[in-house]
Structures are given as structure tokens and as C-alpha cells.
């Protein structure tokens, strides 16, 4: 049986508090830093490195429970910095293009 896989779509726009000349997008390492030391406790597995998708940023996770999975996504949805308007895509492996699936809006 497959394991869920989650993506987490972030709509891809700049931070308002960066500088002109600095890198826009912070918080993409942000939440890669922080989905990275979550992994270490067993819940989920950061499934492939972060990609843009059109005027998204999708990071993914997987494991055994799609509601964690979701208690994960929701949290990074609410990190500080974070633009509004994250949610995400239920799916799982065997699915062949990015963002088809089941989507669940996360509250930010």
C-alpha cells in the first residue's frame, strides 16, 4: 500500500521586508529548515526538494498518517513570514503530474 504524500503549495511571493538586492523568498529555506528538523521525529519524511509549479512553491512530505501529514502542512502554513493563501494537495505516488489530487485548505 502506498503512503500519502502531501504538497504543500505556497503561493511564490516575495517577502515585504527584504531588502532590494536580497533573495525574495526567505521563508522557502524557512520552511525547508524547519520541515527538515521535524522529520527527526519519525512523523513524516520530507519525500523530494521543494520545486515551483507556475506561481507556487510546493514543498512535499510523507508518511504513515494523512491527518499528521496535515497537522504538519497546517503548521507550516501559519509560520511567521509566510505568504497567505498556502493549502494543500493530498496524493500519493502514483500520481504523475504535480498539484492533482485531493485539496485541503489551510488555515493561515
Not at 519524511?45 to 501529514?69: K, M, N, P, Q
Amino acid at each position: 500500500m502506498t503512503q500519502p504524500i502531501v504538497e504543500i503549495h505556497v503561493p511564490l511571493t516575495p517577502s515585504p521586508d527584504v531588502a532590494p538586492g536580497e533573495y525574495e523568498f526567505p521563508w522557502i529555506d524557512d520552511v525547508e529548515e524547519t520541515l527538515g528538523v521535524g522529520e527527526e521525529d519519525g512523523r513524516y519524511e520530507v519525500y523530494d526538494d521543494g520545486e515551483e509549479l507556475g506561481d507556487e512553491y510546493v514543498f512535499f512530505i510523507t508518511g504513515e498518517s494523512e491527518a499528521d501529514l496535515l497537522a504538519v502542512a497546517a503548521d507550516v502554513a501559519n509560520m511567521p513570514g509566510l505568504p497567505d493563501g498556502a493549502f494543500a494537495v493530498v496524493t500519493d505516488e502514483d500520481q504523475q503530474e504535480l498539484g492533482e489530487g485531493r485539496r485541503v485548505e489551510l488555515s493561515s
